[in-house]
T-cell receptor, first 110, second 117 residues
Framework: GENVEQHPSTLSVQEGDSAVIKCTYS??????FPWYKQELGKGPQLIID?????GEKKDQRIAVTLNKTAKHFSLHITETQPEDSAVYFC?????????FGTGTSLTVIP | GAVVSQHPSRVICKSGTSVKIECRSL??????MFWYRQFPKQSLMLMAT?????????EQGVEKDKFLINHASLTLSTLTVTSAHPEDSSFYIC?????????????FGPGTRLLVL
């Protein structure tokens, strides 16, 4: 089955700096890659996603890049703000099931 | 985006009692819903897939008699933790998809915190 790895597990950045979270996957059949933000005590919230026919997608301060050849995709957050502090999960959809990364705890230091 | 609700948001119960958690898709229908369990500072662990009109599909290692799932309608799935014990204490999250296959997008509920004393 699919194996999704996510790095780093924890990330601290100064407010205003950029944050990058990377995920790799193993199943070349995976074709849809969402990113979720989970705040403490809440459920994951979809923040951005990318499908395999697109290499990059941007939505205001967040962007996702996908390299299907290398089987990795990344989340980029620019101009980070304290409210960006949360746990971020990547996922890969093989068409049959979603596989989640292990999460990255992002702390934005004011 | 789509809205998925869960009720209750948190529950405390005594060991040996059963607890029911509801998951509702508020503005769309879902023939399938998913139940996850999340331990502190860990990722989401898929427990089972709830199927409207048929039996749930459980992941390996998940006791189906312990975690009863009923997909009563196209907008409601329930997870009942039977004879709960302290080790069942966890954060339970449901999700419901829109679309199918590679067009599928999963939307999560806010989660239910279960504490078994």
């Amino acid at each position: 089955g699919e194996n999704v790895e996510q790095h780093p597990s924890t990330l601290s950045v100064q407010e205003g700096d950029s944050a990058v979270i990377k995920c790799t996957y193993s199943d070349s059949a995976s074709n849809y890659f969402p990113w979720y933000k989970q705040e403490l005590g809440k459920g994951p919230q979809l923040i951005i996603d990318i499908r395999s026919n697109v290499g990059e997608k941007k939505d205001q301060r967040i962007a996702v890049t996908l390299n299907k050849t290398a089987k990795h995709f990344s989340l980029h957050i620019t101009e980070t703000q304290p409210e960006d502090s949360a746990v971020y999960f990547c996922a890969a959809n093989t068409g049959n099931q979603f596989y989640f990364g292990t999460g990255t705890s992002l702390t934005v230091i004011p | 985006g789509a809205v998925v609700s869960q009720h209750p948001s948190r529950v405390i119960c005594k060991s040996g009692t059963s607890v029911k958690i509801e998951c509702r898709s508020l503005d769309f229908q879902a023939t399938t819903m998913f139940w996850y369990r999340q331990f502190p500072k860990q990722s989401l662990m898929l427990m089972a897939t709830s199927n409207e009109g048929s039996k749930a599909t459980y992941e390996q290692g998940v006791e189906k008699d312990k975690f009863l799932i009923n997909h009563a309608s196209l907008t409601l799935s329930t997870l009942t933790v039977t004879s709960a014990h302290p080790e069942d204490s966890s954060f339970y999250i449901c999700s419901a998809p829109i679309g199918t296959g590679f067009q599928e997008t999963q939307y999560f509920g806010p989660g239910t915190r279960l504490l078994v004393l």
